[in-house]
């Protein structure tokens, strides 16, 4: 069993930058991959990026450019670096863990075998 602790989320002025933080502890995920997501109120889930347990990256259309996702396997942790933040990305951040025999995806219902995180809230205010 795998736990997912998120961090990082907080207030930012639009067009500032944040980096959540995704923590693990239990088992070993060094091969899981690690996805990153949001959901904002009254709105579906949605996919930003993950990371496989090779270190290949992902991201979801329209994602790459202004999010970068990388993980640290000694430390446990996963990293979502988010730039140029608009008010239309505020959300709960959530990570998650789960193995893909090969490539990770990035839309949720691919991950509906993962381990979940509570998720940490931005607000980005404009």
């Known amino acids: 069993q795998v736990q997912l602790v998120e961090s990082g989320g907080g207030l930012v002025k639009s067009g500032g930058s944040l980096t959540l933080s995704c923590e693990a502890s239990?088992?070993?995920?060094?091969?899981?991959?690690i996805g990153w997501f949001r959901q904002a109120p009254g709105k579906e889930r949605e996919g930003i990026a993950c990371?496989?347990?090779?270190?290949?990256?992902y991201y979801a259309e329209s994602r790459e450019g202004r999010y970068t996702i990388s993980r640290d396997n000694a430390k446990k942790m996963t990293y979502l670096q988010m730039n140029n933040l608009k008010p239309e990305d505020s959300a709960v951040y959530y990570c998650?863990?789960?193995?893909?025999?090969?490539?990770?995806?990035?839309?949720?219902?691919?991950?509906?075998?993962?381990?979940w995180g509570q998720g940490t809230q931005v607000i980005v205010s404009s």
């Open positions: 998650a863990a789960q193995f893909f025999l090969k490539t990770c995806f990035t839309y949720s219902a691919s991950w509906s075998h993962g381990s």
């Open positions: 239990g088992r070993n995920i060094h091969l899981d991959s």
């Open positions: 990371v496989s347990g090779d270190g290949s990256t």
